[in-house]
């Protein structure tokens, strides 16, 4: 009997259970049928899974979300993407989104739009850019004018009508700021005022360097770092010739480090940016290979000092060779409108290690989609942990350059669909070495400013650092 009662129990439990599992599968079935196939689940809080990387689990979605973590990024680095959504350009700049949080000191005008012949007011040390922006110099003073445009992007950078990016911001409280931009335009200080002019004693270019340093050793921003988070511009190789040595904990911006010993300027502290191009954007370019009938193009000095004198070799090696342009040139009487043709009309575009190892000459390569042959070993390049050179520029060690032959055995041989595909890259990456007001999305004022934020977790590693044995002092 109880047995009986036992089986008779044990099939109606299996009965139950039998019955509750086909309703949970009907349920499920349900809801799959049920289910509205264009909507999407809300989004991952990353932050739940610091250690993960983030993909799309959708059918043919097999590309990492925007904002995963990359392992080959130290932690808390950002990555900064090149090919935001182009929507983002036409909304206002939201400065509560800008990733890089800059205290510009407002410093006397001798010191910035002073050198344009720009007269104060005495209401402010800034001109009112809303209303008239003084001009920068032309000719040669432009290449190295990124002072200008990064002191504009600043300026202007709390408008409440601007459109297009910002990258950076400008703060009033020096504490909340990443970094501390210094507005001293270094390059047209030394274009213009390095020669005395009597009855000086001293030229206008070194006085103001030394006021620079006392004016910046005296500040608390610059004694609570160090001037580790400090900012300086002195993209001419000749600019801030004195003070370089007393102001080096902090980080320049510069053409490249051909006058700097490494103590002082170095690739892992400070940052190289392009030279503005000098010759005419090439606008609607739809010139194909057999459309420029030079082959190989330079026009510019010859005969250099230093690392320069590959110049002179080069020009002797190929002066005779068929479809090689290779002359004297500079921008006086009409040189930068015939550069401009030159380089238009031409495959291929020499840029050669001049008095240092940088030159605009490879900026205007670029604008021109002449791609550009760099002879030049000691070279740093502006933005090249996100940009790949080798892409869209041919790159010659100057050993192998000067070997007869060589050079033009190397140039031949590239193929026209080889040279097709590098003339498309240029077109593609020649906003990124663009300086104008107002800036646009990933122009070279941009980069600029996303080549600093990159910097900036290093920077603070060190300002820590040097603060280890300061905060409790005994006398000794």
């Known amino acids: 009997m109880a047995n009986r009662n036992t089986q008779t129990h044990g099939l109606v439990s299996r009965k139950f259970l039998c019955c509750w599992l086909f309703l949970v599968i009907v349920l ?26 983030a993909f799309s689990l959708f059918e043919n979605q097999s590309i990492p979300l925007r904002d995963e973590l990359r392992d080959d990024l130290p932690l808390n680095q ?19 989104k800008a990733i890089l949080k800059v205290f510009m000191y407002d410093m006397p005008p001798e010191f910035h739009f002073g050198l344009l012949d720009w007269v104060a007011d005495g209401k402010s040390v800034w001109p009112d850019i809303r209303t008239k922006i003084p001009s920068y110099p032309g000719g040669l003073n432009l290449q190295h004018s990124i002072e200008y445009w990064l002191t504009l992007d600043l300026l202007s950078s ?15 409280d020096s504490r909340e700021a990443d970094v501390v931009f210094v507005p001293f335009f270094s390059s047209l200080s030394y274009n213009r005022h390095s020669k005395i002019k ?30 580790k988070d400090h900012i300086i511009m002195a993209h001419h190789p000749n600019s801030m010739l004195d003070a370089r040595t007393k102001l080096w904990p902090c980080m320049f911006i510069l053409a490249d480090f051909g006058r700097y010993i490494p103590r002082v300027a170095n690739v892992e502290k400070d940052i190289i940016a392009p ?5 005419k954007t090439f606008v609607n370019d739809t010139s194909m290979y057999d459309d420029r009938p030079t082959l190989l193009y330079f026009q510019g000095a010859i005969y ?13 090696l190929l002066r005779n060779e068929k479809d090689v342009h290779f002359s004297f040139g500079s921008v006086q009487a009409n040189g930068i409108n015939e550069a401009s043709q030159g380089m238009h009309s031409s495959k291929f575009c020499l840029n050669i290690a001049g008095d240092t190892p940088s030159s605009n000459r490879l900026f205007d390569a670029i604008t021109s989609h002449c791609v550009p042959v760099i002879i030049s070993d000691e ?24 070997k007869e032959g060589f050079l033009m055995k190397l140039i031949r041989g590239i193929s026209r669909e080889e040279w097709t595909r590098m003339w498309k890259k240029l ?50």
Not at 79 to 93: A, F, G, I, R, V
Not at 275 to 279: E, R
Not at 304 to 316: C, M, N, P, V, W
Request: hydrophobic share 35%.
């Open 275 to 279: 030279y503005k191009h000098v010759i």
């Open 78 to 96: 950002e990555t900064y993407s090149l090919d935001q959504p182009k929507e983002q350009e036409l909304k206002k700049c939201d400065p509560s």
């Open 198 to 227: 009597p009855p000086e004693k001293v030229s206008r270019n070194k006085m103001l360097q030394q006021k620079l340093v006392m004016y910046l050793t005296a500040q608390e921003e610059w004694k609570r770092s160090g001037g």
């Open 427 to 476: 077109k593609e990456v020649e906003g990124y070495f663009e300086f104008q007001y107002p800036s646009r999305k990933d122009d070279a004022v941009q980069m600029i400013w996303q080549a600093v934020a990159r910097k900036v977790p290093a920077i603070r590693l060190k300002v820590h650092r040097s603060r280890r044995f300061s905060r409790f002092k005994i006398g000794r």
């Open 158 to 172: 709390r408008f409440p009508d601007r459109s297009g990016p910002c990258t950076a911001v400008r703060v009033e």
């Open 379 to 402: 070279i740093e390049l502006p933005f090249e942990d996100v940009l790949d050179y080798s892409e869209f520029c041919i790159f010659v060690r100057a050993s192998d350059a000067v």
């Open 28 to 53: 499920v079935l349900y809801c799959i049928f049920s289910w509205d196939s264009t909507s999407l689940p809300a989004p991952i809080d990353h932050s739940l899974f610091p250690n993960q990387k």
């Open 304 to 316: 250099r000092k230093d690392g320069g004198s590959i110049r002179q070799e080069l020009f002797y």
